[in-house]
């Protein structure tokens, strides 16, 4: 297939550049006006102290569900979350067929099924270094190590040229689980010319690299072998490979494993499917564990970066139904703490520790944790093996991502650009360059619910996080005389000794009363203007009070 005059490359980024997670990019391929595209990843990222109430998060799909009919598929690089996990929630609006390999398409089949999409969404299960043809895209998965089972780049060979995307991905030469990096199809790429490199910048900043995964199964099982009681070990559930190395090191040391969480079970099984874990002994179910002596189990669980609902968060709440940790026993964190999560992580490890618990993180044993990312050595040599014209970072924050770009102009790439969400990128013909900024946003799963990022109920609920909340009532009759109240109650706001909440109640319960006898007969009658007058009111008087804006609920009843 050659390249029509006015055809074009271009690559979209509408998750995952300018931040780490919530991964979506697009690659769209023909004249401006009837493009192809496909989909690369499909993530989400997770709410903070910022988005009260709100847990997931996903990229905002809006524009390329414009142009959903010209989407030829949807490509999913691996397994982890903050790649797959906005597919059950946007898939209906993009409505495309998805590839991946077994053991990403197991979850995804999971996934869909809890969403009862299973029976719509057709899954093309690749095999790992397979290829595949979507319109004018031909697409070759390049092994590649990571912390899950089945990392992949993509060659993705086009009429105007070939790009590598690496997706999530390190030099790691025992990867314990799976094949090491295909670094003879990575330099056959190289060979043949590559446009452009779409690259993982996630530690950009840290020098040599990222550490290899038998490095830390040698130091879990010497650290297990010392430990005495109840021993938890907590790790990212996706990391099959950690999991394998904690039940290898529990079994050295005469343990067995109990599986505690729901997606550490989920996980397990997706490892099985493909053939990992197959020769470990019989899980202990959690119900069961408790008949074995301390020192003869091990408990693996989820809720690493304190997630309030995980399983070792309801052990260290004492919460959990079979399963408590107290004097003498341990527990082990085989995980790095996510920027953003410190506290959550702070406040458990201290619950945990108020219980006499002792605790082992990556910052006393620096062996219990390696990332899964490319430091700079490591991004080094894939420049060496690829040999791009272009340098496209991505999967980091700006700083990342300029630095990034500092990299690969040292290592003499000959262009660079460092797109921000949104920012359309002409890969050829020509320069690259940014053409076009498209929108680029978030949605919220609000109670079950896809939201607008900006929507109505989560502004108000972070206003009434900050401020609190006051409700007023009032009764009045048909002349517009009070039968009732005002009544006046507050959710939120602080009282002291010498000014206690109620007393501040009283002063603003007659503040509403003023208000209200200043209305004149007209407007007592317009229930709207009531409500109005007692919401300026109270604000008023709240923020004379207390120098807060709280949220004012007015309620009219007329008798």
């Known amino acids: 297939m050659n390249a029509a005059p006015n055809d074009e490359l271009v690559f979209l980024p509408l998750g995952g550049s300018n931040e780490i997670g919530m991964n979506f990019n697009l690659y769209g391929y023909g004249p401006p006006h009837a493009r192809k595209w496909i989909v690369v990843d499909l993530g989400v990222t997770f709410g903070d102290q910022t988005t009260p109430g709100v847990e997931i998060i ?16 949807i490509v999913l690089t691996h397994a982890h979350e903050d790649h797959i996990g906005a597919v059950p929630w946007l898939w209906e609006r993009l409505k495309a067929p998805l590839y991946a390999t077994p053991f990403t398409a197991f979850l995804l089949r999971e996934k869909l099924r809890e969403a009862g999409l299973l029976d719509e969404v057709r899954i093309t299960e690749v095999p790992l270094s397979g290829s595949f043809q979507l319109g004018p895209f031909e697409l070759t998965l390049i092994t590649l190590t990571h912390s899950i089972p089945e990392p992949n780049g993509l060659a993705i060979r086009t009429p105007l040229g070939a790009v590598l995307h690496t997706g999530d991905w390190k030099i790691d030469p025992d990867p314990l689980l799976g094949p090491v990096t295909d670094q003879a199809a990575i330099r056959r790429l190289g060979d043949e010319g590559v446009l452009a490199m779409v690259c993982d910048s996630t530690n950009v900043f840290v020098d040599g690299e990222a550490g290899s995964e038998a490095t830390v199964r040698v130091a879990l099982r010497e650290l297990i072998g010392q430990l005495k009681g109840k021993v938890a070990a907590a790790c990212f ?15 050295a040391n005469d343990r067995r494993v109990c599986l505690v969480g729901r997606s550490m079970i989920r996980m397990a099984a997706a490892a099985r499917s493909v053939g990992l874990l197959s020769d470990v002994q019989p899980f202990v179910t959690d119900a069961d564990a408790g008949h074995f002596p301390p020192d003869k189990v091990l408990f693996l669980c989820t809720g690493s970066q304190g997630e309030p609902r995980a399983a070792l968060a309801r052990v260290a709440d004492g919460t959990h139904p079979h399963l408590s940790l107290g004097q003498g026993d341990a527990c082990v964190f085989s995980s790095r ?45 894939m420049y060496q093996w690829a040999r791009p014209r272009i340098a496209v970072p991505t999967h980091g924050e700006r700083r990342h991502l300029l630095e990034h770009v500092n990299l690969a102009r040292d290592m003499q790439v000959a262009e660079q650009v460092a797109p921000r969400n949104g920012d359309m990128v002409r890969l050829a013909p020509g320069r690259a360059e940014v053409i076009d900024e498209v929108p680029a946003g978030r949605l919220y799963v609000d109670g079950g619910m896809v939201t607008p990022e ?28 009070i039968v009732s109240g005002p009544q006046v109650r507050a959710l939120g706001l602080p009282g002291d000794a010498d000014y206690d909440l109620e007393e501040a109640v009283d002063d603003l319960s007659a503040e509403a009363e003023t208000a209200l006898k200043k209305l004149s007969s007209e407007d007592r009658d317009d229930d709207g203007a009531v409500e109005q007058a007692l919401s300026r009111a109270l604000k008023r008087a709240a923020f004379r009070i207390w120098e807060r804006r709280p949220v004012v609920e007015a309620t009219v009843l007329r008798v």
């Open 337 to 381: 703490v996510i920027p953003g999560n410190e506290i959550p992580i702070r406040n458990l490890q201290n619950k945990l520790a108020d219980r006499g618990v002792r605790l082992f993180t990556e910052r006393d044993h620096p062996g219990l944790h390696v990332s899964g990312h490319p430091c700079r050595d490591e991004l080094k040599r």
């Open 58 to 73: 996903l990229p905002d799909p809006a524009f390329i569900e414009e142009h959903a009919k010209d989407i030829l598929g």
């Open 237 to 251: 559930a996706s990391n099959v490979a950690r999991m394998d190395s904690i039940i290898r090191a529990a079994e």
């Open 454 to 481: 900006h929507g109505e109920a989560l502004r108000e609920r972070r206003h009434a996080a900050f401020n609190g909340m006051l409700t007023v009532a009032v009764a009045l009759d048909r002349r517009g005389r």
